[in-house]
């Protein structure tokens, strides 16, 4: 595969077109004892094909190379809304590298791992105190996966009592997760339409609430920014059908220390320790979505769950109307640590502060580019705002091409496209992480932006032009993918 | 609070900009009756010296892996990890950063997942493999899922020993949407009892499932089952708990796998307690569009520089919603940068030396323990790093005993099995010297 030459920034070759035979990376302890005895050839290969072969220096220099590719949230602002792109603090990694930690074996025997089980019983503390939930389970990876989880004891629990139903309400402002996860529990999805505030219409809501509805699930505040400062009676609504409420804690940011679900009726829902817990997003991951419950559902928990011991604390896999596992072991304990950390460091002053702090910095950008954006909802806004390219329409100019300009003033784009009700959606979430300074030179960027959509379109069509690469052609590469190197081989 | 970067001055100044004197104006949209009156009942905030010495002494509550002397395995392995690795994973530019959506600005990441991506490949023997799945479980789960939706068929056969935490997770994620599992036992030599697998096949079986090296560290010959699922029109999903086993093991794609998935926490995963780990699942490529989760692929600019981004997305839950191919939303991004750094540091000749020298290894424990008086190797078979030992009486008492010496003999199999309770499953990797594989025997000898 040959690339064409690039004077400005020279590319990163692949691994495998670094290679060469015979170099090697690493050493492999000196064993002093017998081979093992021969396996048959049929088992066995004599090399890996086309792995590649290089040494540490060379190693190391590539994947520094690349790490500078990123743009990362220690660059700057990275306003992806729904995602809480908080400051990672760096105490976090140190604790969760600490090596009773960082080697300890799953199934240590518990009296091993007492540690481990300590700091998981304090994080389901904490994480009970900070919702209002009775009981947490931390075995979920993500926040799919804690939707999964959720939904899944509210099945349960409907089967307990003789019949799952059948139906899953869902607004249309919903991350596409609830949706797919609701499918994968074996129920049918019903969308609910959003109202003229981009709320949910409590009217239209009363007459979609039949004996066949197991679940509402509700995104608070929603996509949109918005609470839904009708939560009670929605609750109340569902319930009175003898249904349930899930809460997708995605946007807990917005409240951490303010108010809690669990005062207001929801029965389930998730957390995102990697938005709201500020543990890293890694490149898309690890995460950790841990599910608290109010008292029906707790029998209906993952196993293992953490218990008192005589001394300590143990695993318990004894609750026979658990809905099983839906991680290996006990999840990403390495996040637990990290959230645990985080919540130590902040306490609840400082919970409350983060919340105050994001829903302030939202409103300013709001304040500032609202007018020259369009904004599609005029609802107040707690910890983000949404914006569209309506107003830059007759320009010719699309909310593509003002995330890819952003780039070229040195800005992450915001999540765009999302929520789906809105047509071009700007999705910014600033969090309590950004300065005054951080945030005057955004809006500076969006405001020149929207003047050069005015005066010189094509520039922002053609958008980016100082990145690595430019604008890359993402429909080619569905049509004819491209998932591996092949040369070589 | 200092990960804040607003003073109080700058706090009010914000405030006026909105034109409002008191934050709490802002929460006006969430019901007064829902507005926390105290404060919430946590610990007292903590300084970030107080904070690391709090979180050391509950580390220090965990057995010391130094000084002890732990033969686990199981789904979760501990070997050795280049110092490079942890140097680029600590990198900000990584860690901090999130899923690659815009490509322009991603390309570290979006390179680092194709070169993963291939690799994996490259060790299955298949032509497409995602970003990563939670973890191995999981990635059962969702191989079965896909087999599913494949074939269009209810049933799959789990062949032999499967990890029973795979299976549990398994059957969660899959029970809500019709799919039977059915266990077919494995033979009295311990590998899959290929007359009973083939029994057992009909014209529903979505797929067959085996584990290689099995739950009990077995070599497993994968050629014939996959022809046993092929002929009954199922797929053949070989789940890998052992990745570092691929450096020396075929390719079970060149064996006719049509899905090779599974746990690549042994390439620079820290154990952490079981999280987080590294799920991976590769296909052919006529499964490619039924793949759960990210995918990368390659891609052009206006000026023909190459370059890459996420693909097919119309697969994923952001785009199909209900009717996505998985509900998966993140990937383990930072594992897989672990893992393609490990990968790529060890090598090809480093691969294969590094699975050569864990076979050695237990291979050499396995003999010298089951030389120890009353104690058996149930099985002969070719094992890769971990095997069963039987002990002359119950498991459990003799491995608490050894756990006051500072040993871990390995997993009591009753754990998992109420009837082996005499068994212990031992792992060995190239973290054990020869001395404590000794030590291991000696401890052993004199409990009995």
Redesign the interface.
Known sequence: MS??R?PAKR??G???EKSVSG???????R???????P??A????A????????S?RE??R???R??????????GL?P?GS?T?????K?N?????????????????E??????L??MADLEK?LC??TGMSAFTLQP?????G??TGI?MV?AYHEQRGDPRQVVLIPDSA???N????????YR?EEIASDERGCVSLKELKERLREDVAVLMLTNPNTLG??E?E??EICDAVHAVGALVYLDGANLNA?V????PG??GVDVMHSNL?KTF?T?????????GPVGVKEILSPYL?VPRVVRAEAGWRFSSEFPSS?????????????H?RA??Y????????????A??A???A??LR?KLEGTYHLPYS??S?HEVILSDKNLERFGVRTLDV??RL?DYGF??P?IY?PLIVKGALMIEPT?????E?LDAFVDAMLAIAREAEEDPELLH?A?HS????????A???RR?????RGG? | MRYIPTSPSERRALLASLGLERVETLFDSIPEKFRLRAPLRLPPAMAEADLVAHLRKMAEQNLDPHTASIFLGAGAYRHFAPAVVDHILSRAEFYSSYTPYQPEFSQGTLQTIFEFQTMICQLAGLDAANASLYDGASALAEGVLLAHRAKRRNRVTIAGHVHPEYLAVTRTLTSTLGVRLESVPAGADGAVDRDRLQRSLGPDTAAVVVQQPSFLGRIEEIGPIAEAAHAAGALCIVAVTEAVSMGLLKAPGDLGADVVLGEAQSFGVPLSFGGPYLGFMAVRSEWVRELPGRLVGQAKDASGRLGYVLTLATREQHIRRERATSNICTNEGLMMLAATVFMATLGKQGMRELALQNRARAEYARNLLGQIPGCRVPHAGPVFNEFVLELPGAAAPVHRRLLDQGVVAGLPLERYFPERGRELLICVTEVHGKAAIEQLAASLKEVL
């Open positions: 690339s064409p690039i590319r990163e692949l691994l495998f170099k090697r990376g690493a050493d492999v302890a064993w002093d004892g017998p081979d093992a005895p396996l048959d049929r088992l066995t290969r090399e890996i094909p086309g792995f590649p072969e290089l540490e190693i190391a590539h994947f520094t690349l790490s500078k590719l990123n743009y990362a949230n220690d660059d990275y992806l995602c792109m908080k400051y990672n603090p105490v990694e140190k604790v969760a590298r600490l090596e009773g930690f960082a080697e300890a074996h799953p199934l240590l025997p009296e091993a791992s007492q540690g481990c300590q700091v904490y105190e900070i990876a993500a926040g799919a996966q939707e999964f899944r099945r991350h596409g997760t949706p797919a996860s609701a499918h994968l529990c074996g999805v918005v609470f400062r939560i009670g409240f220390g303010v108010a809690r005062d207001m990697h500020s890293p997003h890694g490149g898309g991951g690890p995460g950790s993952p809905i099983g596992k839906v991680h290996g072991f006990i999840g990403n304990f390495g996040m640590v645990a950390a919540i130590l460091a902040n306490g609840a002053a400082g919970l409350k502060e983060i105050e702090t829903v302030l910095n409103n300013y304040r609802s107040p707690l995330a890819k780039m992450h784009p999540t999302f309590e992480s950004e300065s005054i951080e053609a980016p990145t690595p690469v430019g604008r890359l052609d993402e080619s590469a569905a993918p491209v998932l591996r190197w081989e």
